[in-house]
């Protein structure tokens, strides 16, 4: 993994009511400590439509159409800035990376992230544990 990549992983969310599921996410490389950002699929969701946009981009990196078709995504996408979880690197995390995204929208990530946490509108960090994702990812315990 360089700096940053998309994964396929299984992070458990306080928020989920049912067992954890697959989720994709950018996955950034920061000096032994990996980020994990949510990203999302636009089309469809109430919270990328006009009456809810502008509350929406405070806290979402939205990549624009040819961004996301460029980065290898299907559909119109949105990285959730404001709720970032964190766990210590470990180099069987590459058996779920998907792919790379540019390095471009790597920084603007990094910059919205940044900023979001700088306005306050981030959710408290969340600190998963090596052996979570290994328990919750079946992939990681071969």
């Known amino acids: 993994m360089d700096k940053g990549s998309i994964f396929i992983a299984i992070v458990k969310f306080s928020r989920d009511h049912?067992?954890?599921?697959?989720?994709?996410?950018?996955?950034?490389?920061?000096?032994?400590?990996?980020d994990f950002l949510e990203t999302e699929k636009v089309p469809g969701k109430h919270k990328f439509t006009s009456p809810k946009i502008k509350e929406t981009k405070k806290r979402y990196h939205i990549l624009t159409n040819k961004e996301s078709i460029e980065n290898g995504f299907k559909y119109k996408t949105a990285i959730n800035c404001s709720e970032v979880f964190k766990c210590d690197y470990f180099s069987e995390i590459n058996i779920l990376k998907n792919r790379d995204i540019s390095n471009d929208q790597l920084i603007k990530i990094q910059e919205k992230v940044r900023s979001v946490i700088a306005a306050g509108l981030n959710e408290p960090i969340v600190n998963i544990k090596i052996s979570e994702l290994k328990s919750l990812n079946r992939k990681l315990s071969i």
């Open 18 to 34: 049912k067992p954890p599921k697959a989720r994709q996410f950018i996955i950034i490389n920061k000096n032994e400590c990996l």
